[in-house]
């Protein structure tokens, strides 16, 4: 990509090929032989990074896309056999929508990379305008795949983000009908939502293809950003770049394993794991993280259009930077305002973040308006203004000289950057954490788990336990649709004989049919077979207890969660404390209480629950002690039943948990080794280009 290629290949029929074809000589010119400038940082390893998260996101997908439905009544549930019964299914799971995340989180690096070190200025222009497209296109393309699973949030995202072209004038009620197929959100929204979010990756792949072409033909800017003039101010791609870029992905990917492998649910939403309902509007909807800030400016400007227009305008703008900036040093290095106001600006595009994910109200709103202004005011004020009053420090006259020059404070600066973004990353996910709190509910107090952190297993007597727990008591009431008698028998869980899981399954009445005689019947349960639902339809379980509706089981440890705040979710993060969910379900099953404190008034028909949110619940105090006898001789009191059975709802919601951690750690062995391979041999190849 980078002119005409002298490149001969020595093998006979690759010579006969590349005189017909002269893709080798493209490749060796691209990738091989290509100068690099010398001085390239971290930073730079990126690109590398972000064409590696795009081929795993596509290669994920393309076999999730095997196994998955697009049907508003199959979807969820196709994605929940995905991860219960596919061969790796959980992993390809796990990878795709962490790998979002993880994807959005390394462009937002590159962006700023380009940002700081003027990347956009003559003669890369194009190269960046094609780059603010794939940015586009991955904003679409993740907000598509996110409404694929059919959750709640999938569903009233997509409901609020839809609905905001309808603040088009004239037109907007037409673009809407057309963006749903239909009058609302349904099935023939999910159909085209699946179908462009199989078909957009591969339109990003192909302007990745002209991002990369325009970048080698303009070459690499680089942290001086003077241009390269000399052999002695560049290196060849291959083995110096590669091999950098080979030690930046594998860092990368451990951090990415982290996720993957013990926190999967880290950046996910539990209302996610509540099958889509049109009737029930959850607390609060927020979006993926990473689209926090722009629908911080989004609700922070009162008028409708007024407030869409800013929002895509705030992306927009990032074409015309090239022109607003018309400094002519290109480094923020060299810039001294430059460099403070492009950290300002760093941290007002997180602080929009975090109110993104706040409610609209109070001083929220003010905040939001100030920092909208901000960040518009960087790109329209700041930059042009700066490009005529700032005095640059001098440049290197050359990369060659700027390695020489290089500064011995550079690794402090590195990890102070570093420690400033990983404080300020976690302020934003925190914040969305908090608007997920629970209102009005107490908290409920941390349990000591048996599954918890890197190695935690569950406990199989336990696991037995909550299974008596659930059959004899929450079954009355209670489904459990996603768990099949033979998993009892499987690895990981209540570690019962396939004998066992089937005289367990013969004890119960599974309707089947119609027979040949075209009558439905009644047969003993097989393995095969679902637990059973305690009622025929929801209306049936809604009348029967109270008006609400008792929830299936089969993930409500993942369905529910609880508020964290700030800085303990950011301890979260490393000390992987994500049993939000068992511990609120325990502590609803002990939070009964007969009386009502004072100034509380329950209404008829329900229950005061401590813990839960409103704290008027329709379910009766299901458990008391004495109720349920355990062969081990293990208490018979609420507080024991409540952890068996809330043990063995995490293992029903979380099937695969062990074989996770386990692979997670030999991965995590393997990446930690190869990360150190590749440093040394870093070292090694650089060694003599110093
Ligand atoms: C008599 C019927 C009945 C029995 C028995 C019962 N539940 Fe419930 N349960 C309900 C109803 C009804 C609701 C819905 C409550 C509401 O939304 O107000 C509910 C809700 C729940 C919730 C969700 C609370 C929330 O945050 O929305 C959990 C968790 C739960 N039950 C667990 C259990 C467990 C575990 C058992 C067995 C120990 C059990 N239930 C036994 C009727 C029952």
């Not at 197929?181 to 085209?192: A, K």
């Not at 941290?347 to 920092?371: D, H, N």
């Amino acid at each position: 990509m980078s002119g005409p290629s002298d490149f001969q290949p020595s093998n006979p029929a690759l010579k006969w090929i590349e005189r017909r074809l002269p893709i080798f000589g493209l490749i060796h010119s691209s990738f091989v032989a290509y100068p690099t400038p010398r001085n390239l940082n971290y930073w730079w390893t990126f690109g590398a990074i972000l064409s590696m998260m795009l081929a795993l996101q596509i290669l994920t997908g393309v076999i999730l896309a095997m196994h998955y439905t697009p049907h508003a009544d199959l979807a969820f549930k196709s994605v929940e056999l995905i991860v219960r019964d596919v061969n790796y299914g959980w992993l390809l799971r796990n990878m795709h929508a962490c790998g979002a995340s993880m994807f959005f989180f390394a462009v937002y690096i590159h962006m700023f990379r380009g940002l700081y070190y003027g990347s956009y200025k003559e003669p890369r222009e194009v190269l960046w305008i094609l780059g603010v497209i794939i940015y586009l296109l991955m904003m679409a393309t993740g907000f598509m795949g996110y409404v694929l699973p059919w959750g709640q949030m999938s569903f009233w995202g997509a409901t609020v983000i839809t609905n905001l072209f309808s603040a088009v004038p004239y037109f907007g009620e037409s673009i809407v009908t057309l963006l749903w197929g239909g009058y609302s959100v349904g099935n023939p929204t999910l159909n085209r939502f699946f179908s462009l979010h199989y078909l957009l990756p591969f339109v990003i792949a192909g302007v990745v293809v002209l991002h990369v072409w325009a970048l080698h033909v303009a070459g690499q800017n680089n942290p001086a950003g003077v241009e390269a003039k000399t052999e002695k101010d560049t290196v060849a791609f291959t083995p110096y770049a590669t091999i950098k870029d080979m030690f930046g992905v594998s860092c990368f990917l451990i951090f990415f394993a982290w996720f993957i492998f013990y926190m999967p649910n880290y950046l996910g939403d539990a209302d996610n794991y509540i099958p889509a309902n049109p009737g029930v509007t959850p607390a609060h909807i927020v979006p993926e993280w990473y689209y926090l800030p722009f629908y911080a400016i989004l609700r922070s400007i009162p008028n409708k259009l007024a407030g869409v227009v800013a929002m895509f305008s705030a992306i927009i703008i990032l074409c015309f930077l090239p022109w607003l900036d018309s400094a002519r040093t290109r480094s923020s290095k060299y810039r001294p305002l430059a460099k403070q106001f492009f950290w300002i600006f760093v941290v007002v595009c997180i602080l929009l973040g975090y109110l993104g994910s706040q409610p609209p109200e109070g001083i929220y709103v003010i905040a939001g308006r100030i920092l909208t202004v901000c960040y518009f005011a960087y790109f329209l004020i700041v930059l042009p203004l700066l490009a005529r009053i700032e005095t640059p420090r001098p440049v290197p006259n050359s990369i060659a000289d700027d390695v020489l020059a290089k500064s011995k404070g550079r690794a402090a600066t590195a990890a102070s950057v570093m420690l400033a973004m990983v404080v300020a990353g976690s302020l934003l996910v925190g914040g969305t954490q908090n608007a997920k709190a629970e209102e009005g509910g107490n908290a409920p107090p941390a349990q000591k788990w048996s599954f918890s952190g890197p190695f935690g297993t569950y406990d199989r007597g336990s696991l037995q336990r909550g299974l008596k727990v659930y059959k004899e008591v929450c079954a009355a009431c209670h489904g459990l649709s996603y768990v099949a008698f033979r998993n009892l028998a499987d690895p990981g869980g209540p570690g019962y004989s396939p004998a066992q899981a089937a005289a367990f399954a013969s004890e119960y009445k599974i309707k089947d049919g119609p027979n040949d005689q075209g009558e439905m019947f009644e047969r003993p349960g097989r393995p095969a077979d679902y637990f059973p639902s305690p009622f025929p339809n929801e209306q049936a379980a809604r009348a029967a207890n109270g008006g609400a509706a008792p929830p299936d089981l089969s993930l409500i440890t993942k369905a529910r969660s609880y508020k964290r705040g700030f800085p303990q979710f950011a301890i979260d993060f490393f000390t992987q404390y994500q049993e939000q969910g068992p511990d609120y379900v325990d502590a609803i099953l002990q939070g009964f209480e007969d009386k009502a404190p004072a100034g509380v008034t329950i209404p008829e028909g329900s229950y005061y629950n401590k813990y839960f949110p409103g704290h008027a619940i329709k379910m009766p105090k299901p458990l008391s002690d004495g109720q349920v006898t355990f062969d081990d001789g293990s208490p018979a009191t609420v507080k024991q039943y409540a952890h068996d059975v809330t043990t063995f709802l995490m293992w029903a919601a979380e099937p695969h948990m062990e074989e996770r951690k386990r692979i997670g750690m030999q991965v995590f062995f393997f990446l930690v080794v190869f990360a150190f391979l590749m440093y040394f041999t870093k070292r090694k190849v650089w060694a003599n280009a110093h």
